[in-house]
T-cell receptor
Framework: GAGVSQSPSNKVTEKGKDVELRCDPI?????LYWYRQSLGQGLEFLIY????????KSGLPSDRFSAERTGGSVSTLTIQRTQQEDSAVYLC??????????????FGNGTRLTVT | DAKTTQPTSMDCAEGRAANLPCNHS???????VYWYRQIHSQGPQYIIH???NNETNEMASLIITEDRKSSTLILPHATLRDTAVYYC??????????FGKGTLLTVNP
């Protein structure tokens, strides 16, 4: 079956513009996660969804970042008024359940965002 | 979640078994050991996970010691495409995955 799909794979934007990043999780996965990975750095948790609800938004860096999930499926991460420090690879992952030790996260290949 | 320790890098000859060790001496009884790998410019790829029994799937085998303080990921017949950074993670209830430095495995022809 298909894995986690993210689009676009690459995005170059000018400082101050808004961007939308899309994630299609694996069918049937109830949990969806957003992480970001800066060059040479580890994973940074941003937000997760259980169904359409986001119980934990603690990782969002600022109020310029928002995310939504509709129909328990597709999720969109929006960054408003982008800054150069937002440049990173934004990774989406999904899993069958949340908060289960026995439910692996499956990642997409990410969207590489470059803010010029 | 428990911290893990892995060697910084390893080399393996193509076609041979690659054995990647991981120490997790502070693991709790209900925490699983997970392995992921990341090939340059791709997202992390799930490989295998286990609690206390050895596990095998189409990609690899996972050997967990009886005291659960360490584990070994085995790629039985390494290929050049297995060159990647391999991450050992102990996952409890915290879904906020933390990847350490991992082990850079280089498979040589």
């Amino acid at each position: 079956g298909a894995g986690v799909s993210q689009s676009p794979s690459n995005k170059v934007t000018e400082k101050g513009k808004d961007v939308e990043l899309r994630c299609d999780p694996i069918s049937g996965h109830t949990a969806l996660y957003w992480y970001r990975q800066s060059l040479g750095q580890g994973l940074e948790f941003l937000i997760y969804f259980q169904g359409n609800s986001a119980p934990d938004k603690s990782g969002l860096p600022s109020d310029r970042f928002s995310a939504e999930r509709t129909g328990g499926s597709v999720s969109t991460l929006t960054i408003q008024r982008t800054q150069q420090e937002d440049s990173a690879v934004y990774l989406c992952a999904s899993s069958l359940w949340v908060s289960s030790y026995n439910s692996p996260l499956h990642f997409g290949n990410g969207t590489r965002l470059t803010v010029t | 979640d428990a911290k893990t320790t892995q060697p910084t890098s390893m080399d393996c000859a193509e076609g041979r078994a690659a054995n990647l060790p991981c120490n997790h001496s502070t693991i709790s009884g209900n925490e699983y050991v997970y392995w992921y790998r990341q090939i340059h410019s791709q997202g992390p790829q799930y490989i295998i996970h286990g609690l206390k029994n050895n596990e095998t799937n189409e990609m690899a085998s996972l050997i967990i010691t009886e005291d659960r303080k360490s584990s070994t990921l085995i790629l039985p017949h390494a290929t050049l495409r297995d060159t990647a950074v391999y991450y050992c993670i102990v996952m409890g209830s915290n879904y906020k995955l933390t990847f350490g430095k991992g082990t850079l495995l280089t498979v040589n022809p």
